[in-house]
């Protein structure tokens, strides 16, 4: 197949390492990319934001699909404008791509869609967030109803913090104070035609920034995958991964679909697993990041032939997608000053060692050739993935590659599925 991804970070790069893995003669295009994407993909230079451009590029190039990474294309219509062309398209339009662009909107589809989630009061004044903030007590959960590419979340025990992050964020749109949940956390992803629903390996993600889950929100510093703690309280991943299938995915999509926005494409569901029974913290309309860079290397089926299927409508003719037993484990190399203010244009080294080592693979995130070498050009640089037999295989072989990378004031979380392999 001739396919287009677009996006420029580890998501996108992941994606493109499936789609290469199935030895299939792809010829794969990539806009904008990154350095490590050119070394897999043709980079391409059309603006991801602009369904003209992308629909124009797919339509010359005889595109047999195009697969919409990041949530900003989404959101600009993308997906509408190239189905609109009979040009295959793996990501949901506009209007369904609200369940990620607007937390008020995916609050009222969970609502009517009876998914279990946690109360919200959405709040556009000052005043507002702070009764809000009242009504529910601390820790204070404070998220813009936007996009915010994945910071736009605080817990804080700190009042004043909260009202700081919420006044942060009221010029550009509302607030949702939502009541605190706790328990641990688990991702999951779900292929959709908009009518039918397939679920892939869950995973779990770590989204502070520094070891023990301390530090702010970032778009995610590590994640693993599968999940065998799922077994004692679920009876198995297969068990857990089939209640959120029928109680939580297929709710939704139906939903949409019932309302003229049927979703096709990437259903992201972050879930948490509380005292009273699963609920959902968010939607995300896309495959997440980091989730997806150790979900995708654990895929049997061709990667290709489902997401063609979803954008198709042919999902009922696809086998629910099997994994492989193998263990992975992704940590994230960080630009100085990452999430608040990273520092680029800084040189990186010791990446062939670092592929070098038995099952690693490392997926670019934000790099760039600098004369001959590549520099680090935003703030999540490098994932560094980790395959084995078991956690504590896979673990090691990921740290024992991150160890051979250079970067100057380069930060990473060491205990990445540190508690997994102690259980």
Known sequence: MRILVLGSGAREHAIILALRSEGAAHEVFAAPGNAGIAQDATIVPVDQNDPAAVTDFANENAVDLVVIGPEAPLVAGVADTLRGRGIPVFGPGRAAAQLEGSKTFAKRIMDAAGVPTGRALRATTPAEVAAALDEFGSPYVVKADGLAAGKGVLVTDDRVAALAHADAYLGSGAILVEEFLSGPEVSMFFLSDGDRVLPLSPAQDFKRLGDGDSGPNTGGMGAYSPLPWLAEPFGGERAFVDQITRDVAEPVIRQLDAEGTPFIGLLYAGLILTAQGVKVIEFNARFGDPETQVVLPRLLDPLSQLLLAAATGTLEDQARPAFADAVA??????????????????????????????????????????????????????????LGTTFAEARARAYRALAEIGLEGGQYRTDIAARVVEA
């Open 329 to 386: 484990v992704t940590v994230v190399l960080a630009s100085e000053g990452y999430p608040a203010a990273p520092v680029t244009g800084r040189a990186l080294s010791g990446l062939d060692a670092a592929a070098s080592v038995e099952g690693v693979h490392l997926v670019h995130a934000a790099t760039a050739v600098a004369g001959e070498g590549l520099i680090a050009s935003g703030g999540r640089v490098l994932n560094v993935v980790g």
